[in-house]
């Protein structure tokens, strides 16, 4: 069985920064692409950052150049450092793991997600 476990979120005065961990954990091979994806009140969950295990990343136009995802591929760790964060980045963080292959499993994994608010 594999599990994803977040940690980092809270609530952050406009401007300032958080930094979120998740990590999976089970009995791994290998995981295609690790990220974060939000979801605030009344809206759909979207795509915040993503990253692959080539190194590959990509984000979401609201966050680039403020939010930094980064990978310990060794750790099955997935990290997203949020800068001058915003009211609008309020939400709820999922982290993903997709194209996991595991010793008795396979697919797709979501954490139980991690409340960022943003407010003064």
């Known amino acids: 069985q594999v599990q994803l476990v977040e940690s980092g979120g809270g609530l952050v005065q406009p401007g300032g920064s958080l930094r979120l961990s998740c990590t999976a954990s089970?009995?791994?091979?290998?995981?295609?692409?690790m990220g974060w994806y939000r979801q605030a009140p009344g809206k759909q969950r979207e795509l915040v950052a993503r990253?692959?295990?080539?190194?590959?990343?990509n984000y979401a136009d609201s966050v680039r150049g403020r939010f930094t995802i980064s990978r310990d591929i060794a750790k099955n760790t997935v990290y997203l450092q949020m800068n001058s964060l915003k009211p609008e980045d309020t939400a709820v963080y999922y982290c993903?793991?997709?194209?996991?292959?595991?010793?008795?499993?396979?697919?797709?994994?979501w954490g139980q997600g991690t409340q960022v608010t943003v407010s003064s």
């Open positions: 993903n793991a997709d194209g996991v292959l595991g010793y008795t499993t396979s697919g797709d994994y």
């Open positions: 990253a692959t295990s080539g190194g590959s990343t």
């Open positions: 089970g009995r791994i091979f290998s995981i295609s692409g």
